[in-house]
């Protein structure tokens, strides 16, 4: 309520200017400086909004985070494989290790990386297991190169 009664002070002020006349350089002044204020509310409002939300810290990846490698069976649309980790709330972003050749890479689908904490490791494998459209999962191996 705070915020919306000096973003309307703000309005207003900007209104008593262009209706009095006043010269260029002063309405463009006054212009700038509400301008300013405005944005310092307006991040003053969305700032603690994110944090009170949950989106920042839900997503920030702890030090003991596994990545993991989800690979999708060859005939599952990227879409759906991308709905299905989305579903499951992890962070992943498409991609593989070194480990597997080029033609394990041409006989499977999509491959994604997942983060996944150490401790749910387990339940992450278990939970994959579920989906018939998986082809395999494994831990990321990015101590092997590409030639």
Same mark, same amino acid.
């Given at each position: 309520m705070?915020?919306?009664?000096n973003?309307i002070?703000?309005?207003? =002020?900007?209104?008593?200017i262009i209706?009095?006349? &006043?010269c260029?350089?002063?309405?463009?002044?006054? %212009?700038?400086? $509400?301008?300013? @204020?405005?944005i310092i509310?307006?991040?003053g409002?969305? @700032?603690?909004?994110v944090?009170m939300? /949950?989106?920042?810290m839900? +997503?920030?990846?702890?030090p003991s $985070?596994v990545?993991?490698?989800v690979?999708?069976? @060859?005939?599952?649309?990227?879409?759906?494989a991308?709905?299905i %980790?989305?579903?499951?709330?992890?962070?992943y972003? &498409?991609?593989?290790?070194?480990?597997r050749d080029? +033609?394990?890479? /041409?006989?499977? /689908?999509?491959?994604?990386?997942?983060?996944?904490? +150490?401790?749910?490791?387990? %339940?992450f494998? %278990?939970? =994959?297991?579920?989906?018939?459209?998986i082809?395999?999962?494994y831990?990321a191996d990015?101590?092997?190169?590409?030639?």
């Amino acid at each position: 309520m705070f915020f919306m009664q000096n973003y309307i002070t703000l309005v207003n =002020m900007a209104d008593d200017i262009i209706q009095k006349g &006043e010269c260029m350089k002063t309405y463009t002044n006054h %212009l700038h400086s $509400a301008s300013s @204020i405005l944005i310092i509310l307006m991040s003053g409002l969305i @700032i603690p909004m994110v944090f009170m939300t /949950g989106c920042y810290m839900d +997503k920030k990846t702890s030090p003991s $985070a596994v990545d993991m490698v989800v690979v999708f069976k @060859i005939d599952v649309p990227i879409e759906k494989a991308s709905s299905i %980790l989305f579903e499951q709330e992890y962070i992943y972003h &498409e991609g593989m290790d070194n480990s597997r050749d080029k +033609k394990y890479s /041409g006989e499977t /689908g999509p491959k994604y990386i997942v983060k996944v904490p +150490k401790e749910k490791i387990t %339940l992450f494998n %278990l939970e =994959m297991k579920k989906f018939p459209q998986i082809y395999e999962v494994y831990q990321a191996d990015w101590t092997k190169r590409k030639d």
